[in-house]
């Protein structure tokens, strides 16, 4: 079986735990470089691989198929430009770049050089999502009419790490915001407008650390939002619709499992049977409804696929409608206005 010969830019907390060991798992890929200045920490998980001090080295490598680009967001455009212009197929982490602007140049360029970039989106593969999905498709519960989706933390003090310090591409609007924004255009294509709330709450904070985001779709609503003062439970989805209610608490296990080591195989995904959601139709009994398991090997199986047929499960032209939407609650925020999607179907 030929494997695609990939490279890992960057040997960070998002490499080591959300990539390295989907491609172990998987035979379609081998990673044969790695651009990193921590050879020792990289020889322990691919002891095969070259470790590169600079992308612009590894690139001159020919048989490299796949550059993985996991540095910090405000990195991802000029390394993906440098790969695309090698001729190589691109996977950027989430959102994907820090302007429209520089999401068009590369859609450009990789047609104009005939390659992919995709886009981790993974958690389009979590379990709770996929059952979000499966309910919606189904209209077991009648034509929704409100989903809830949160993403909340207790961190009420500001760390030391890029995400949290002021610069392009930080803050937790684009880190989780982009997450929550690219499921709800997922189920529901892009929404006729757009209220935001960016939050700036913690003492000392650099970069928002919260929102609140409403997506109207006519007389339907999507509310994503983000605290970073939030301990203890809360539900993670609340669907509401015509015939009955289902509500969902606890986080889909795989970034735990993954960060603790646990093995990449078909129980990774699986939710506890104590975090199954609550679905409630009309005046019946509550019942605990199983979770669809999680996924984030379909990722780069379907990547692997896409890379062959073009048909990648989350790609560049997917970002830039997930961006439109994030500068569109910006806007929102900063002028306390509700935002027409009228007024963004023009923004490149």
Same mark, same amino acid.
């Given at each position: 079986m030929t494997t695609i010969q990939t490279m890992l830019v960057g040997f960070g907390f998002s490499a080591v735990t959300f990539h390295a060991p989907l491609l172990q798992a998987l035979p379609q890929f081998t990673v044969r470089q790695v651009v990193s200045s921590q050879q020792d920490k990289v020889?322990? @998980?691919? #002891?095969?691989?070259? !470790? $590169?001090?600079?992308?612009?080295?590894? %690139?001159?490598? =020919?048989?490299?198929? %796949? !550059?993985i680009i996991t540095t910090p967001t405000a990195l991802h455009f000029e390394m993906a430009k440098q790969a695309i212009e090698a001729k190589k197929h691109v996977l950027l982490e989430k959102p994907a770049v820090v302007t429209m602007d520089e999401a068009d140049e590369l859609i450009r360029l990789a047609a104009h050089h005939g390659v992919h970039v995709a886009v981790y989106q993974n958690r389009r593969f979590d379990g709770d999502f996929l059952t979000i999905e499966q309910l919606i498709e189904m209209n077991e519960i009648g034509d929704w009419q409100l989903l809830e989706s949160r993403f909340d933390r207790y961190r009420p003090v500001v760390r030391n790490r890029w995400r949290e310090q002021k610069? #392009?591409? /930080? &803050? $937790? %609007? +684009?880190?989780?915001? /982009?997450?929550? $924004?690219?499921?709800?255009?997922?189920? +529901?294509? =892009? #929404?006729?407008? @757009? @209220? &935001?709330? !960016? %939050? +700036?709450?913690?003492?000392?904070?650099?970069?928002?650390?919260? +929102?609140h985001v409403t997506l109207c779709y006519g007389k339907r609503r999507v509310i994503l939002r983000s605290n970073s003062f939030i301990q203890g439970l809360s539900p993670r989805f609340e669907l509401h619709a015509t015939r009955g209610s289902y509500i969902k608490y606890g986080m889909d296990p795989q970034e735990a499992r993954l960060a603790s080591g646990h093995p990449v195989n078909e129980t990774i995904g699986q939710d506890l049977v104590t975090d199954y959601g609550y679905l409630q139709i009309a005046d019946q009994p509550v019942e605990r409804l199983a979770t669809l398991p999680g996924s984030y090997l379909g990722f780069y199986e379907a990547l692997a696929a896409g890379l062959v047929t073009g048909a990648l499960p989350v790609d560049l032209t997917d970002a830039l409608r997930t961006m439109q939407v994030l500068n569109a609650v910006r806007l929102s925020s900063e002028t306390g206005r509700k935002v027409m999607r009228k007024e963004w179907d023009g923004w490149n």
């Open positions: 020889a322990t @998980v691919f #002891p095969e691989a070259k !470790v $590169i001090g600079t992308l612009e080295e590894a %690139l001159q490598d =020919e048989q490299t198929e %796949l !550059v610069g #392009p591409g /930080s &803050g $937790i %609007l +684009f880190d989780l915001g /982009s997450h929550l $924004i690219d499921q709800a255009l997922a189920l +529901f294509g =892009e #929404p006729d407008a @757009v @209220v &935001g709330d !960016v %939050l +700036f709450q913690r003492d000392g904070a650099e970069t928002d650390d919260g +929102f």
